[in-house]
């Protein structure tokens, strides 16, 4: 379920991606090869479903593209601050991030996907990944800097 809560825009569509991924896992149960970890095998169908739905709903999603000179500039007056929090807390405040610097930010440091793979997966281009995870990292940070004071 927490798979579907990074990827899905509300917890409702979660439960959906949830009980669909998991109806999914039963049907190819069989295919299992005892190759890897049960819990990895899981993991990877449940977020290849997750992303196979959000490239059915690519339309609805609003990208914003910004060209590389803005990031590179952008990027160096971003301040940060040492923070301890809770995996939870922190999954609560990416939740408030609007819907595609979710989706990029969840495949970039949670899933370890490369900008590439990203765009290829969500069928945007690079530029757009890149600009996704610039501006989910500064919403991030001025979410974590508000909730600080």
Same mark, same amino acid.
């Given at each position: 379920?927490? +798979?579907?809560?990074?990827?899905?825009?509300?917890?409702?569509?979660?439960?959906?991606?949830?009980? #669909?991924?998991?109806?999914?896992?039963?049907? +190819?149960?069989?295919?299992?090869?005892? #190759?890897?970890?049960?819990?990895?095998?899981?993991?990877?169908?449940?977020?290849?479903?997750? @992303?196979?739905?959000?490239?059915?709903?690519?339309?609805?999603?609003?990208? &914003?593209? /910004?060209?590389?000179?803005?990031?590179? +500039?952008?990027?160096?007056?971003?301040?940060?601050?040492?923070?301890?929090?809770?995996?939870? *807390?922190?999954? *609560?405040?990416?939740?408030?991030?609007?819907?595609?610097?979710? @989706?990029?930010?969840?495949?970039?440091? +949670?899933?370890?996907?490369?900008?590439?793979?990203?765009?290829?997966?969500?069928? @945007? $281009? @690079?530029? $757009?990944?890149?600009?996704? /995870?610039?501006?989910?990292?500064?919403?991030?940070?001025? /979410?974590?800097?508000?909730? &600080?004071?």
């Amino acid at each position: 379920m927490n +798979v579907c809560e990074r990827y899905a825009p509300d917890h409702d569509a979660a439960k959906d991606l949830f009980q #669909e991924g998991f109806l999914k896992i039963l049907k +190819v149960m069989d295919t299992f090869r005892f #190759e890897s970890k049960f819990e990895s095998w899981l993991y990877k169908i449940m977020v290849n479903h997750c @992303i196979n739905s959000i490239r059915k709903r690519k339309k609805d999603i609003q990208w &914003v593209e /910004l060209n590389e000179d803005h990031i590179a +500039v952008a990027d160096e007056n971003l301040e940060t601050e040492e923070l301890s929090l809770r995996i939870n *807390e922190i999954m *609560e405040l990416m939740k408030k991030l609007p819907y595609g610097y979710r @989706i990029v930010l969840n495949m970039y440091a +949670v899933d370890s996907k490369k900008h590439d793979e990203i765009a290829k997966e969500l069928g @945007i $281009t @690079i530029s $757009t990944s890149k600009t996704q /995870l610039f501006k989910a990292r500064r919403a991030l940070l001025q /979410l974590l800097n508000e909730r &600080v004071k």
